[in-house]
């Protein structure tokens, strides 16, 4: 979970992202900060960032992890 915490903090990081995750998720802010520990909502996250190829890598370096793990991250918290 705690890598999911981060990936969320990265994808918050930028303005348009964050715009982009709320907009394809269909999440609200508010629903967002309610569910931030929640392991659907971490999920939702995860599967955001594996949506987009360029931003799942770039979040995966950044967090000094590789791309895979964010993905085993995903199914761990689905299955939760």
Do not use: K, N, Y
Not at 40 to 69: K, N, T, W, Y
């Amino acid at each position: 979970m705690a890598l999911a915490l981060q990936a969320l903090v990265w994808t918050l990081q930028s303005p348009s992202r964050a715009e982009r995750l709320l907009a394809l998720t269909g999440l609200s802010v508010e629903e967002l900060r309610a569910g931030a520990g929640e392991p659907g909502v971490l999920a939702a996250i995860l599967s955001f960032l594996e949506g987009h190829e360029a931003d799942l890598i770039a979040c995966a370096e950044d967090l000094d992890v590789r791309p895979e793990a964010l993905v085993a991250a995903r199914r761990i918290l689905e299955s939760a």
